[in-house]
Nanobody
Framework: VQLVESGGGLAQTGGSLRLSCVASGLSFSIIDMGWFRQAPGKDREFVAHMTESGGSLSYADSVLGRFTISRDKNTVILHMNLLKPEDTAVYYC??????????????WGQGIQVTVSS
């Protein structure tokens, strides 16, 4: 199984970016997919997740109201609006057959850089 991320890049404060992640190598839909991020010198932190059914969805407080996550089978999209310099980080796609909110997640993407200039 491979998670391939795309999107990201450079945006100005208040701008928008879109991240996409596709899970390949599966013949069935994976239960939970989401995004984490890691800023320089900081620990990796949860951003958002969404189960395949949409029954479970949550966001970190820091992005609530600005970021929107969506799913389509084994693709997860993160729409990032009203970006702030503190959103600058490497963003990682994650997937798990049960929940990405637990430990020891099944799959991780390689990470994609998001930089927000002030």
């Amino acid at each position: 199984v491979q998670l391939v991320e795309s999107g990201g890049g450079l945006a100005q404060t208040g701008g928008s970016l879109r991240l996409s992640c596709v899970a390949s190598g599966l013949s069935f839909s994976i239960i939970d997919m989401g995004w984490f991020r890691q800023a320089p010198g900081k620990d990796r932190e949860f951003v958002a997740h969404m189960t395949e059914s949409g029954g479970s969805l949550s966001y970190a407080d820091s992005v609530l109201g600005r970021f929107t996550i969506s799913r389509d089978k084994n693709t997860v999209i993160l729409h990032m609006n009203l970006l702030k310099p503190e959103d600058t980080a490497v963003y990682y796609c994650a997937a798990d057959h049960r929940t990405v909110l637990g430990r020891g997640l099944d799959y991780w993407g390689q990470g994609i850089q998001v930089t927000v200039s002030s």
